[in-house]
Every structure is written in C-alpha cells, then in structure tokens.
C-alpha cells in the first residue's frame, strides 16, 4: 500500500521530535511508524525530516513600472525548493481600479504550469469599489482566504476610510487582512527633504522610512482594526517601536498576527554604508533598521510574539535595475532576493547558536504561517494525511551563500560569503523527490494551486 518509506531520520514537527519512519502513499503521509514496508526507500540517517517549509510573503514576476523581477514564477520555485520551501505565497498584484478577479486569473496563467512547488495567492485590495467587496466573497470561497493591503505605494494605498470598509468586508468574508504599514505622508515629507538637501544617496533610505514610521501605521491599521473587530496580520514586522504597538492591541484583546523576514535579523542599517552604490543591494521598505532590533525580534519569535518569518523575495538586478536609483534613493526598485536562504539562516542562526529550538524553528517558519493562511493541516505538519512534503536536513552539511552557487536569478545575494551550519538534503513535494544534494531534480508544473481553508484568526 506505502509507495515510499522516509527512513532513519529524526521527524521533527512543532510539537516534538521523534525517532520515527515516514510512509508515503499517493503523495500524501500514510503512516509514522517502524518496519514500515515499501518498494521506494529515501535514507535520513544523521538527519532532520522538517515538514515542507512555508513563505507566506514572495513577489515572483511582478512588474512594477517598466520593470520586472528577476525571478519569474519558475526560476523563483525552483530556488524556493532548493531552500527547503514547498508551499509559497504570491499575491495577485493588481491596482486601484483594476479588475481583481481578472488579475487571479491573469496570475494563474502566469503559474499554472509553471512552478515547482505548491502556491497559493493573497489577494490585493486596491480599492474599496463594489466590484472588489463582491469578488471578495466569492474568491474567499474560491480559497483565496488572505487579502494584502498597502498604507503607501502609489497604485495601491488606500486612505483610512477605504481601510475600515475593506476591513469589515474581510472580515465578513473571513478573509485574514495582510498589511504593509508605513506612513505615506511621512514617507513623502521625509524624502522630499532629503532630496531637497541633496541627499541622493543609497544610505539616506532609511531616513526617509524611519521606524516611527512604521509603528505609526501599524498603530493606526491595529486601531482601525479593532474598530471593526477585524483579525490583521502585519506584514515584514522590523522594529521594537512596532511591536510596542501590536502588544498593545492584543492587550485591548485583538487578533494580531506578525511575520518578519530574515533580512532584519541579519542585516542592519549599516549595510547601507556599503562602498559606491552598493548600499543600493539593501534598498527595500520597511528599511534595515539598527542592530539592537535583532535581539528584540529574536526574542519576540521564540516567545511567540511573532508567528512567522517570511521572506518578501523581490529580486531587482544591481547592474541594471537598482542603478535606476543612482541620482535619487527613492528610483532604486525596492526589495532583495531571500527565498532561498531563508531556512538555512534561520537553522544556522536560531537553531544553532540556541536562539530558537527545533520546535519553535519549524512553527515560524512552517506551521505558524500555514495555521494562519489556511494551509494546515494539509501543509505545516508531518502527520497522517498531510502532504507528504518533506525536507531532509543535514544539520552537519556547510554550505557558504553566495549568489554563484544560488538558484535564484538576480546577480547578487545579501548574504554574499556568510557560511551556514546546515541545509537541506533531499526535499519531497507530495512523495516526489525534487531536490537532491542542493541541486533540483524535479519537474517545472509539478506544483499546484493550493486553495486555502479559514485562517486560524477566525
Ligand atoms: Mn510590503
Ligand atoms: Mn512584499
């Protein structure tokens, strides 16, 4: 009956580790057990057996202007799974005034076909217009159970008014609100004088997006939120000043989730003072932030304050795209490539140095954002009658990052030379082997559309 046994590992969940075999039958977990009998073996000996990773936050194939990522919905996959990620989560990337449903199927043929592991899709709300709250519900229905919505960025900011009418919609709909929070006018002022001051440079970024910022808007959308009863879950939470505010509204009793991204737990402000242009590489908003905030989001994971790390992939060349921002900060395209790097990092840096234990290590950065977009427990978890998506850990394995021995298809990495204690073997989507020994050996459309069920929060 098992087609394929994984044998000889240690299955680690968020629950608990244990000694145990995995049998697969037809894509999916049939038994945890010993003496389990199959024609297809897969050894873990020495190893971890981590449920199938999830990032919950990726840009792949997003124009934004003129220009596009550099990864697309394949090369991006492709990375993903070589980092141990096999379920991610796009959004549909339409503006004010566009057709919302004609952008989830604008995205699905952009996909289908395409990706090399499991995806699903938030979708954006770029208005408030009768025709976005319609298709709302229905594609909440249709599984799409996650909505992003913008305090800044031209196209698809939305002013307060518009915020609690698509917050209560969401809510209605049981569709969880993923926000992006910084303050627009404060962004456009601070810029703006900068600019004016002659300030052109990589490293004033960050002066024009300060934390306040940040902790205003999240401030602000909380309190908004609340005032609709609606759950919020706060996008690339970077800062000690935001997670004041988040506190604060789960102290009035509110349903607040948070995520936060690797690149503010190993990269600071001062990667901006790079040589040249360089600083460029870490342009992407919210900004790095200063050093001391590392500890503060290290320990606001391990105490659960904050449920998910994901990775905000969005992958702009530095020879030919980021250098758009030569004269002014503001023209660099935002954002950094990290879906590969993801887990390695947080293994190497939480597991290792003892920030974060096993448990904790595979709850925030696969079964916390699952519960909470609907994926679990098909994904998140390695238990009978869960996708039998499996990554073989080598806890031993060094590997040192570097964009030439990276799938990801952008000509540099933010962690260019940093060495990891640790990385995936042997990935498994559904009981079929797609990474072996750091290199893809699955098949491009082997991924599927996932539709998602009620988010947790609700
Ligand atoms: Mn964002
Ligand atoms: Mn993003």
């Known amino acids: 009956?098992?087609?394929?046994?994984?044998?000889?590992?240690?299955?680690?969940?968020?629950?608990?580790?244990?000694?145990?075999?995995?049998?697969?039958?037809?894509?999916?977990?049939?038994?945890?057990?010993?003496?389990?009998?199959?024609?297809?073996?897969?050894?873990?000996?020495?190893?971890?057996?981590?449920?199938?990773?999830?990032?919950?936050?990726?840009?792949?194939?997003?124009?934004?202007?003129?220009?596009?990522?550099?990864?697309?919905?394949?090369?991006?996959?492709?990375?993903?799974?070589?980092?141990?990620?096999?379920?991610?989560?796009?959004f549909t990337e339409n503006c004010r005034g566009d057709d919302l449903a004609?952008?989830?199927?604008?995205?699905?043929?952009?996909a289908d076909g395409h990706v090399a592991v499991d995806y699903a899709l938030h979708l954006t709300l770029a208005d408030a217009s009768v025709g976005t709250l319609r298709n709302l519900y229905r594609l909440s229905e249709a599984g799409y159970r996650s909505a992003k919505l913008y305090t800044t960025y031209d196209g698809v900011r939305l002013a307060d008014r518009e915020f609690l009418e698509l917050l209560a919609a969401a809510r209605d709909a049981r569709v969880l609100p993923m926000v992006h929070t910084e303050n627009d006018h404060a962004i456009a002022y601070l810029t703006g004088r900068l600019l004016s001051e002659g300030k052109t440079a990589p490293k004033y970024h960050p002066l024009s997006r300060p934390p306040l910022v940040e902790a205003e808007a999240a401030n602000r959308v909380a309190v908004l939120a609340g005032l609709v009863n609606a759950p919020l879950y706060i996008a690339h939470?970077?800062?000690?000043?935001?997670?004041?505010?988040?506190?604060?509204?789960?102290?009035?009793?509110?349903?607040?989730?948070?995520?936060?991204?690797?690149?503010?737990l190993f990269l600071s402000v001062d990667d901006y003072d790079r040589p040249g242009f360089e600083g460029a590489k870490y342009v992407l908003s919210p900004p790095l932030r200063d050093k001391s905030n590392w500890q503060v989001l290290w320990t606001a994971l391990k105490e659960g304050e904050l449920?998910?790390?994901?990775?905000?992939?969005?992958?702009?060349?530095?020879?030919?795209?980021?250098?758009?921002?030569?004269?002014?900060?503001?023209?660099?395209?935002?954002?950094?490539?990290?879906?590969?790097?993801?887990?390695?990092?947080?293994?190497?840096?939480?597991?290792?140095?003892?920030?974060?234990?096993?448990?904790?290590?595979?709850?925030?950065c696969s079964t916390g954002p699952a519960r909470i977009f609907g994926l679990y427990?098909?994904?998140?978890?390695?238990?009978?009658?869960?996708?039998?998506?499996?990554?073989?850990?080598?806890?031993?394995?060094?590997?040192?990052?570097?964009?030439?021995?990276?799938?990801?298809?952008?000509?540099?990495?933010?962690?260019?030379g940093y060495r990891v204690h640790g990385y995936p073997q042997t990935v498994l989507l559904r009981g079929q082997v797609i990474v072996e020994n750091g290199q893809f050996v699955g098949k491009v459309g082997q991924g599927e559309f996932v539709r998602r069920q009620v988010s947790c929060a609700y």
Not at 35 to 40: D, I, N, V
Not at 102 to 110: A, G, M
Not at 237 to 263: D, F, K, S
Not at 385 to 413: K, M
Request: charged residues 20%.
């Open 1 to 90: 009956m098992i087609d394929c046994v994984v044998e000889n590992g240690t299955v680690v969940t968020a629950e608990g580790s244990r000694q145990v075999d995995v049998g697969i039958q037809s894509g999916r977990v049939a038994a945890l057990g010993h003496g389990l009998e199959a024609g297809r073996r897969v050894d873990a000996q020495g190893c971890f057996v981590f449920p199938g990773f999830v990032d919950g936050h990726v840009h792949l194939q997003m124009k934004v202007g003129q220009i596009m990522t550099g990864d697309d919905f394949e090369s991006g996959t492709i990375a993903a799974a070589c980092g141990g990620t096999t379920t991610l989560i796009d």
């Open 237 to 264: 939470l970077t800062c000690a000043e935001t997670l004041e505010r988040i506190r604060a509204a789960r102290g009035r009793g509110q349903g607040v989730y948070a995520e936060t991204c690797p690149q503010y």
């Open 307 to 364: 449920q998910a790390v994901s990775t905000d992939h969005c992958p702009w060349d530095y020879a030919t795209q980021k250098t758009l921002g030569m004269q002014a900060f503001d023209k660099i395209p935002n954002g950094a490539p990290g879906i590969e790097t993801r887990v390695p990092l947080l293994f190497h840096e939480g597991v290792g140095k003892g920030r974060l234990s096993l448990q904790q290590f595979v709850e925030v």
């Open 377 to 416: 427990p098909r994904k998140g978890t390695i238990a009978v009658g869960s996708d039998a998506d499996l990554v073989i850990y080598d806890p031993n394995r060094e590997v040192t990052l570097s964009q030439a021995n990276l799938h990801q298809r952008v000509d540099y990495c933010p962690y260019e």
């Open 102 to 110: 004609e952008w989830v199927e604008k995205r699905h043929t952009q």
